[in-house]
C-alpha cells in the first residue's frame, strides 16, 4: 500500500555509500568521455583534472560539514532552503533533478554507443530503452537491494582500474608484452611536450573534466537513508575524494604512459584501445562490458536521486504533493515513475541525433552540476555565519579555508561555465540555461500564488 508521511528507511551501511558515490562518478566520463578529452588536451589533462580536484575536495568537506549538521534526504537543496531561502531551494532540487536526468541520459547513450562495439546492426536507441526497463524495475525495490546492486556494480568498475594501474605499471617497469618496448613515463612529455596544445587546449576540456567528477555529491541524498549517518557520512566524504583522484589522475597517467596519446581516437575508450594492446586474450570485450556496467550503474545512481530529490521538493511543497508518497518498501515510487517516464526521452535522441547525443547532454547536465556544487559552498558559508551569530549549531566535520575557499571554488565553477562557449558543441548548455532557470522562476512563483 502506498504510504505518506512516512519517512525513508534507514538501511545503507558505509560500504554501500562509498561505493553508491563512487559508482555515480566513475561513468561514462572517465570511460567514454576522456578519449575526447586526451585528443583536445593531450596529457595536460591531467593538469585539468588536478585543478577540479582540488575544488572537488573542498565542495565535498563543505558538503561533510552540512551533512553532521543535519543529515536529510534533501541535502544541499535543503541547505539552500534554510541559509539562502526558498527559491535558492527550488531551484537547487529541480536543477540536481534536471542535471541526474540528463547524466543518464548520457550513460544510457553509452550503452547504445557500446553494445554496438558486438553488435553494430542494432539501433543506438534500443539498448538504452532496455537498461532504462531493468534499472526502473530495479530502483522499485527496498533501497538496501539497491545498495547491495550499486555495491557490486561499483566494486567491478574500482576492480577494473586497479587491475588496469597494476598492470599497465607492471608493463612501464618491465617493458613486457606488446606496448613493453615503448612503454614509460616520459609518453607524458616526449609527444608535442606536456601541454601540446597549451593551456587553451587544458581550458576546453574543464567541461568534460568536471562533467566526469559529477555525482561525487550523491553522498549527500544518501543521507536521509543512512544507517549511522553521524559516523558514515564523515568516514564517505573524507575517503571518496582521495579515491576518485587516484582512480581518474592514476588510470590516465598509466593510460597515457602505456601508449603515446597522439595513438588514442577520440571516439574509442581508452581502457578498451589499452586492454587490447595489452594481449590479454578477449580483453577489449571484457573492458567494454565493463563500460556498460560503469554506464549501467550510473544511470542506475541517477534513477535513485532523482527520486529522492523529487520527495524531498515535494515534502517542502515545492513538487507535486503525490512525490510525498512511499511504496510498501519506503522507496519514492512516484518520484521514480516520473523521472523514468522523462528518460524516455533518451530513446527518442539517440534516434534523431545519435553522433551528438551524449555531447549535448553532457553539456546541459554540467550547468545543473555546477549550480549544485556553487550552492553547496554559498550555503556552506552562510552556514558558518550562522553559527557565529549563534543561530546554528558547530558540526563535528569542518571544512578548511573558509570562507575563503568558498568564494575560490565558486569563481572557478563561474569560469567553468564561462569556458562552455569556447567549444560550438558545448554551447548548446549556455543556450538552455536562460529557458531551464527562467522555467524554474515561473515555477517558483505558482508554488507561491495563493491556493483558491
Known amino acids: 500500500m502506498p504510504q505518506t508521511n512516512v519517512d525513508l528507511s534507514r538501511n545503507l551501511k558505509n560500504r554501500h555509500i562509498q561505493l553508491i558515490a563512487i559508482g555515480g562518478t566513475i561513468g561514462v566520463g572517465l570511460f567514454l568521455g576522456s578519449a575526447r578529452a586526451i585528443h583536445n588536451a593531450g596529457p595536460g589533462l591531467l593538469l585539468a583534472y588536478a585543478v577540479g580536484g582540488a575544488a572537488i575536495f573542498f565542495i565535498m568537506r563543505a558538503l561533510g560539514e552540512l551533512l553532521t549538521y543535519r543529515p536529510v534526504a534533501g541535502s544541499f537543496a535543503t541547505y539552500a532552503d534554510e541559509f539562502c531561502g526558498p527559491f535558492a531551494g527550488f531551484v537547487t532540487g529541480w536543477s540536481y ?68 594501474i597494476a598492470v599497465g605499471l607492471f608493463v612501464i617497469v618491465f617493458h613486457t608484452g606488446e606496448l613493453g618496448a615503448t612503454a614509460s613515463f616520459s609518453n607524458l612529455w616526449s609527444h608535442g611536450g606536456f601541454l601540446p596544445f597549451g593551456m587553451v587546449g587544458v581550458l576546453l576540456t574543464l567541461q568534460i ?76 570485450a571484457i573492458i567494454n562490458l565493463v563500460v556498460i556496467t560503469a554506464a549501467t550503474s550510473s544511470c542506475n545512481s541517477g534513477l535513485f536521486s532523482t527520486g529522492r530529490m523529487l520527495w524531498a521538493l515535494a515534502q517542502r511543497g515545492q513538487a507535486p504533493k503525490a512525490f510525498t508518497t512511499l511504496n510498501a518498501q519506503q522507496v519514492p515510487a512516484m518520484g521514480i515513475h516520473a523521472s523514468a517516464a522523462v528518460l524516455l526521452l533518451v530513446v527518442a535522441l539517440n534516434y534523431v541525433v545519435p553522433e551528438k547525443a551524449f555531447i549535448y547532454v553532457t553539456s546541459i547536465a554540467l550547468i545543473g552540476t555546477l ?34 575557499a568558498n568564494w575560490a571554488v565558486v569563481a572557478f565553477l563561474v569560469g567553468v561555465s564561462a569556458m562552455l562557449w569556447l567549444d560550438r558543441d558545448n554551447r548548446v548548455a549556455l543556450y538552455v540555461a536562460p529557458f531551464w532557470f527562467g522555467l524554474l522562476w515561473i515555477g517558483y512563483r505558482q508554488t507561491r500564488a495563493p491556493q483558491s
Not at 100 to 123: D, F
Not at 253 to 275: G, K, N
Open 97 to 164: 533533478w534536471f542535471m541526474w536526468i540528463l547524466t543518464a541520459m548520457a550513460e544510457l547513450t553509452a550503452i547504445g554507443i557500446y553494445v554496438r562495439y558486438w553488435l553494430p546492426e542494432v539501433p543506438q536507441w534500443l539498448p538504452p530503452l532496455v537498461a532504462l526497463v531493468v534499472l526502473y524495475g530495479t530502483n522499485l525495490l527496498a533501497v538496501r537491494v539497491f545498495g547491495e546492486l550499486e555495491f557490486w556494480f561499483a566494486l567491478i568498475k574500482v576492480v577494473t582500474i586497479v587491475a588496469l
Open 209 to 284: 573534466v568536471m562533467f566526469a567528477y559529477s555525482g561525487v555529491e550523491l553522498i549527500g541524498v544518501t543521507a536521509g537513508e543512512a544507517e549511522n549517518p553521524a559516523v558514515v557520512l564523515p568516514r564517505a566524504t573524507n575517503g571518496i575524494t582521495a579515491r576518485i583522484l587516484i582512480f581518474y589522475l592514476g588510470a590516465l597517467i598509466i593510460i597515457m604512459a602505456l601508449v603515446p596519446w597522439t595513438q588514442l581516437s577520440p571516439t574509442v575508450s581508452p581502457f578498451v584501445f589499452v586492454f587490447g594492446k595489452l594481449g590479454v586474450p578477449g580483453a577489449a
Open 371 to 404: 549550480w549544485t556544487w556553487g550552492i553547496i559552498m554559498v550555503a556552506h558559508a552562510r552556514y558558518r555565519r550562522a553559527v557565529l551569530a549563534g543561530r546554528a549549531k558547530v558540526a563535528p566535520f569542518r571544512m578548511p579555508g573558509a570562507p575563503y
